[in-house]
C-alpha cells in the first residue's frame, strides 16, 4: 500500500556534514548544527547562518560534539526531517562502544518489514470485522424472525380471547332469550 513512499525515500539524496549540538534529551533524536550561508543586500556579502536540524537517530548513538553525515529521509515525526547515514568523527566514546547506526538497505528492510507486518494485522482486523457483522446480519435477521413469531402468537392469542369473549357474549345472549 505505502511501498511506493519506501520506494521513493531510496532515492539517493545529497549528504549533509554537521556537528551534533545535543543528543541525550530526547529518544532517537539529536540536534545537529548544519553550515549555511545568507546573503545579505545591504552589505553585498555572505554571512554564516548556521541551522539546526532535529535528525532521526534510530539507536541513539550520536553524542554531543560527533561529526555526522545526514541526508533527508522520510519523515519520521513533525520537525524530524533528516536521519544520520553515518559517523564521521565522533567525540569521546569511540564508535566501536556505541550502538551501530543502520544502513540505509537495513533501514528500507526494516520499513518494509513493518509495513508488511501493518498490512498483514490491518487484514486480520479486517477479517475480524466483516465476520462480527456478519454474524450481527445474521443474530439480526434470526431476531426478526423471532419477534416475528412472538407477534404472530400475541396476534393468536389476542384472536383466540376475542372468539372467548364472543362466545361467552352468545351464550350470554342465547341465555337470555330463553329466560325471556
Known sequence: MATHMVAAAKKTFHEVTGVVVKSGLMQKTATVRVGNKEWNPT??????????HLVHDPNDSLRAGDVVAISPGWR???????IVDRIISPAG?????????????????????KRAAKDER?????EARSAQEMEEASSRREARKI???????AVAE???????AEELMRA????????S
Open 147 to 153: 419477534a416475528k413469531r412472538l407477534a404472530k402468537k
Open 122 to 126: 490491518r487484514a486480520v482486523v479486517k
Open 93 to 113: 566514546i569511540p564508535i566501536e562502544e556505541r550502538p551501530p547506526v543502520p544502513t540505509k538497505e537495513e533501514r528500507w528492510a526494516e520499513a518494509l518489514a
Open 76 to 82: 519520521t515525526s513533525r520537525h524530524k526531517r533528516f
Open 172 to 179: 350470554e345472549e342465547a341465555a337470555a332469550q330463553k329466560q
Open 43 to 52: 552589505v553585498q556579502k555572505y554571512f554564516k547562518k548556521p541551522i539546526n
Open 158 to 164: 389476542q384472536d383466540d380471547a376475542v372468539r372467548q
